[in-house]
């Protein structure tokens, strides 16, 4: 049975006297894939940067575990020494360093023999990046800067990996490529937590999912329960039956989750 690899507990983040995160509880559980579904604004983003430790004095509230070892308080460095991993929303890669470069500032607080085995792993599943080794990340397309900030990632050797929205902007030939490589990288032991707003291919390739609106938890399942349910396939999925309700009831169902 698969166990948390990490959990929150009545997370409470807040943005000066805005509250984003407003008691969320959630699990990853190791050795899967979880999604993290939301509308704009819903505090899909808040969930990784509070958990990787980039907002200053947060959480205000509630409890952030890996492993059963409490993370929230420590610095940036230290969750990533931990085991987290975390590819930000806009790729963010050196643009003035190679792809090579990049990958090896991936893995600058490393100290094990391993790291040519994964650089080699990394190559491999994105193999673009062998070719392009010695260009400026700068001048990469979209999509060979996302797997480069995805190739960066795994050159910490996370036991779990973050992703804001990975598809963002890519072509949908690239878009299956990617969801293809998050695949490969769970397959090989990696746990991840997706935040996507392609909820449809989300929920293809995640084993468990939470729908989030206005810093809350809504509604949670495993994908096949998710896909069933009426409200996140209209308002998720763009899918309809003769069941459903009005415009104006859609609204009103919409409403009761905020």
Do not use: C
């Not at 983040?13 to 959630?26: D, K, N, P």
């Not at 937590?193 to 291919?201: C, G, Y």
């Amino acid at each position: 049975m698969s166990v948390p690899l990490l959990s929150l507990r009545h997370v409470e983040t807040w943005y000066g006297r805005i509250q984003a995160l407003r008691g969320i509880s959630i699990d990853v559980l190791e050795g899967g894939i979880t999604t993290v579904l939301g509308s704009n604004g819903a505090g899909k983003t808040t969930i990784l940067n509070t958990v990787a430790g980039v907002l200053d004095d947060q959480p205000e509230k509630g409890t952030i575990e890996l492993a059963g070892s409490k993370i929230n308080g420590l610095e940036t460095e230290k969750i990533v020494a931990s085991g987290i991993g975390y590819v930000p929303e806009g790729r963010q890669v050196f643009a003035e360093l190679t792809v090579m470069e990049n990958l090896e500032v991936g893995a600058y607080l490393r100290r094990d023999r391993k790291m040519k085995d994964d650089l080699e792993w990394v190559l491999g599943t994105f193999p673009i990046l062998r070719q392009r080794s010695s260009q400026l990340a700068g001048t990469l397309s979209g999509g060979e800067q996302q797997m480069l900030a995805i190739g960066r990632a795994l050159m910490t050797r996370p036991r779990l990996l973050m992703m804001d929205e990975p598809s963002l902007g890519l072509s949908p030939l690239l878009v299956a490529r990617m969801f293809e490589a998050i695949v490969q990288v769970n397959e090989r032991g990696v746990t991840i937590l997706l935040v996507e707003q392609n909820a449809r291919k989300a929920l293809e390739i995640a084993s468990f999912g939470y729908v989030i609106e206005d810093g809350r938890v809504v509604a949670s399942g495993t994908s096949a329960e998710l896909q069933a349910n009426d409200d996140v396939r209209e308002f998720y999925l763009g899918l309809k039956n003769d069941q459903l309700m009005a415009d104006a009831q859609r609204w009103k169902r919409k409403k009761r989750w905020r």
